[in-house]
């Protein structure tokens, strides 16, 4: 039998989706199960983007650009600039969703031993894409008791080295939903600067912001034309995951340089998929205020329900629709599993991300779960009330 490569083997399997069989296993049962394993909004897609898609004509579905259309990049520029991160078309490139976005600037940045230092936990993704490039991960660990905020600057800056190339978060934050304050960003801006390291803002969530909390883009930041680097999608922001359209966004004209090249590679993006993000701007701005809405009222709905399970810890998310949460079990693999091969109420059971695969040591996140509230408020609630019963059932076991 032919010998599979060394990476195939390194390769880590999603700590969102390695349950699936179990799920699909639980249905042919004929069980319910509710999916808060997976940030997939039920929230419908602007209805202006589904009448474009209705609309469309081609003679010819042809290759685009590589960096893509300029006619969307130039209307991105101008959505960018709305909020105040100042780049025009040039900045921009288009990619096959956020994920392929992160894949070109670490290819673009780093070498094979280079370093990238992640507060954790982190979208687990991350860890796939620097094993691509046999690029190490040096973690820092955020607390649950301090709600996942930024580690100490100091901590950071210790786990610098000679190898080390960027710094990469999330804002929001995905698994914690945690927000970056403008002092953090700051913060990071100071560091990349005085260490001439690259910082790498992921802001898919950019939107999903409650109460009075703002989001802070690294490139609001003076001085970081050559250091910044936004990775983006209108996956979320506009319950489009399907069409699988992001960009790297940065002033750095080598980089962009260098990300274009990646991106001739594989050719272009995709083409029809451009033409319903580029109709996604014109997006009414209610879509988002009530989209918000309904989030910070399942978020709520979400939270009520978790401090009635005894002995819960909870990370109160400010943004993006995840909650990481620490349950009273010894294992939350194994109670994740549990979930789907041998509990059900009354016909009806749960899937939750296991937070193990959010962390470079599965260990730390051995007792944590990341649940996504993109349920409507009634499935939240039974959701809830089922994990309630669950724990009390696997307790006693």
């Known amino acids: 039998m032919p010998v599979l490569s060394e990476l195939s083997g390194k390769m880590p399997a999603s700590p969102i989706r390695k349950l699936v069989p179990f799920a699909d296993a639980a249905k042919k049962k004929g069980i319910k199960v509710y999916h808060l394993n997976i940030g997939q909004p039920d929230i419908p897609t602007p209805k202006n983007v589904t009448d474009k898609l209705k609309e469309i004509e081609l003679d010819v579905l042809a290759y685009t650009k590589s960096q893509g259309y300029?006619?969307?990049?130039?209307?991105?520029?101008?959505?960018?600039?709305?909020?105040?991160?100042?780049?025009?078309?040039?900045?921009?490139?288009?990619?096959?969703?956020?994920?392929?976005?992160?894949?070109?600037?670490?290819?673009?940045?780093?070498?094979?031993?280079?370093?990238?230092?992640?507060?954790?936990?982190?979208?687990?993704?991350?860890?796939?894409?620097?094993?691509?490039?046999?690029?190490?991960?040096?973690?820092?660990?955020?607390?649950?008791?301090?709600?996942?905020?930024?580690?100490?600057?100091?901590?950071?800056?210790?786990?610098?080295?000679?190898?080390?190339?960027?710094?990469?978060?999330?804002?929001?934050?995905?698994?914690?939903?945690?927000?970056?304050?403008?002092?953090?960003?700051?913060?990071?801006?100071?560091?990349?600067?005085?260490?001439?390291i690259f910082i790498i803002a992921d802001e898919v969530y950019r939107e999903f912001i409650y109460g009075d909390t703002k989001h802070h883009s690294i490139l609001h930041q003076p001085g970081m034309e050559e250091h910044g680097i936004i990775v983006d999608s209108v996956s979320k922001r506009y319950s489009m995951c399907g069409a699988r359209i992001g960009a790297v966004v940065s002033k750095n004209k080598k980089l962009m340089a260098s990300v274009?090249?990646?991106?001739?590679?594989?050719?272009?993006?995709?083409?029809?998929?451009q033409l319903l993000a580029e109709e996604a701007l014109n997006t009414p701005a209610t879509y988002f205020t009530e989209v918000i809405s309904e989030y910070n009222r399942r978020r709520n709905t979400l939270i009520e329900g978790l401090e009635k399970i005894?002995?819960?810890?909870?990370?109160?998310?400010?943004?993006?629709?995840?909650?990481?949460?620490?349950?009273?079990?010894?294992?939350?693999?194994?109670?994740?599993?549990?979930?789907?091969?041998?509990?059900?109420?009354?016909?009806?059971?749960v899937m939750v991300a296991p937070a193990s695969g959010f962390y470079a040591d599965p260990e730390a996140g051995r007792k944590q779960v990341r649940i996504a509230y993109v349920l409507n408020v009634n499935d939240l609630k039974r959701s809830v009330e089922i994990l309630q019963k669950a724990v009390e059932t696997y307790n006693k076991k």
């Open 70 to 196: 300029d006619r969307y990049r130039e209307k991105l520029a101008e959505y960018y600039r709305k909020n105040h991160i100042i780049v025009d078309a040039s900045d921009i490139i288009v990619t096959t969703g956020g994920s392929e976005a992160l894949l070109f600037t670490i290819g673009s940045i780093a070498n094979p031993g280079d370093e990238i230092i992640i507060p954790e936990p982190y979208y687990a993704n991350y860890n796939s894409f620097a094993t691509l490039y046999n690029v190490k991960v040096v973690p820092v660990r955020s607390k649950i008791e301090d709600n996942f905020a930024l580690p100490p600057i100091e901590a950071l800056e210790e786990l610098i080295t000679p190898r080390t190339k960027a710094f990469l978060y999330s804002n929001p934050a995905n698994p914690t939903g945690y927000v970056y304050t403008e002092e953090e960003i700051r913060k990071l801006r100071d560091l990349a600067l005085k260490h001439d």
């Open 310 to 349: 005894d002995g819960i810890k909870i990370g109160y998310p400010k943004g993006a629709f995840y909650l990481m949460a620490e349950l009273p079990v010894d294992d939350a693999d194994k109670f994740a599993r549990w979930l789907l091969e041998e509990f059900n109420d009354n016909g009806e059971t």
């Open 260 to 273: 274009l090249k990646f991106a001739q590679a594989r050719l272009s993006p995709p083409a029809l998929e």
